[in-house]
Structure formats: C-alpha cells, structure tokens
C-alpha cells in the first residue's frame, strides 16, 4: 500500500529555513513526478513544487527562488528546503504524486512568525 510520511516542519520565525522531508513507500518512486503541496487554513491545497523522475523542477511564483525541491531515489525520499519563509508560506504542507495522486498522509505543519 502507498504511504507518504512528512516530517520536519516547526515553527520559525520570518526569514528562517526548514527542510521538509517526505518518506515514500509502495510506489515506483524512481519514475513518479512527485511533489510538494500545502494547504493554509480557508485555501485551497496548492501545488508549491514538483520534481520529474530526472530531476527538473518546478515552481510556483510565490516559492520561486526560496525554495528548493529535490529527491533521492535510491532512498525513496523527497525533500522541500525552505529558504527566507514569511508568514503566507504558513500551512501544513504534504508530499504526493502530481500526475497520479495517491492516499494523503498527515503533512507536516509548517508556522511562520512576523
């Protein structure tokens, strides 16, 4: 069965970093797009950042150039660096697939302070 566990957020204050990491299991990892979301309360889930089987990135405008998407396939993980976070970066954030989205796992809740 497909289980997706995030772990690392916290609370920091504005300007600060944090590294999300995501722990797949029971999927073709390695040939997967995969990507991190987050959901702020009252909003929609929102696709931050996506990372192809070869490695490209992607990301929306608002996380672009501070924050960075990467993956280690031999490991199945998945990892979001989080450089310079304000506080609309706060929400709890998930990893999944992008193409094929799978069950849920509980995300990781990352809060910002001013």
């Known amino acids: 069965q497909v289980q997706l566990v995030e772990s690392g957020g916290g609370l920091v204050q504005a300007g600060g970093s944090l590294r999300l990491s995501c722990a797949a299991s029971?999927?073709?990892?390695?040939?997967?797009?995969m990507g991190w979301y987050r959901q702020a309360p009252g909003k929609q889930r929102e696709l931050v950042a996506e990372?192809?089987?070869?490695?490209?990135?992607n990301y929306v405008d608002s996380v672009k150039s501070r924050f960075t998407i990467s993956r280690d396939n031999d490991k199945k993980m998945l990892y979001l660096q989080t450089d310079s976070l304000k506080p609309e970066d706060t929400a709890v954030y998930y990893c999944?697939?992008?193409?094929?989205?799978?069950?849920w796992g509980q995300g990781t809740q990352v809060t910002v302070s001013s």
């Open positions: 029971g999927i073709l990892f390695r040939f997967k797009t």
């Open positions: 999944n697939g992008v193409s094929t989205v799978w069950n």
């Open positions: 990372i192809t089987s070869g490695g490209v990135a």
